[in-house]
């Protein structure tokens, strides 16, 4: 399975497709301090990272694949606010 799940963590692994969209948005919206570890994630669908960008959770692990830990860092690092 491609996302697992904790009490307070969502685990993504390898390939996350679009089916991991409505078990995600479940856990983000009854999780107030949800945290997402990508560091095993490969690929991320956009309906996914919509997700992450409207929950705004704790990333506790950015990817180790280097494209995309490169695309998703700066849309978490900065505030939503201000960019």
Known sequence: MPVTFTKTMARMVDVCTVEEAMPL??????TPKARVDLSACVYLHTALLQLLLQARPKISGWPT????????QP???????TA
């Open 75 to 81: 849309l978490f690092t900065t505030d939503p606010q």
């Open 65 to 72: 694949e280097p494209l995309l830990a490169r695309w998703l």
């Open 25 to 30: 948005l479940d856990f983000l919206k009854s």
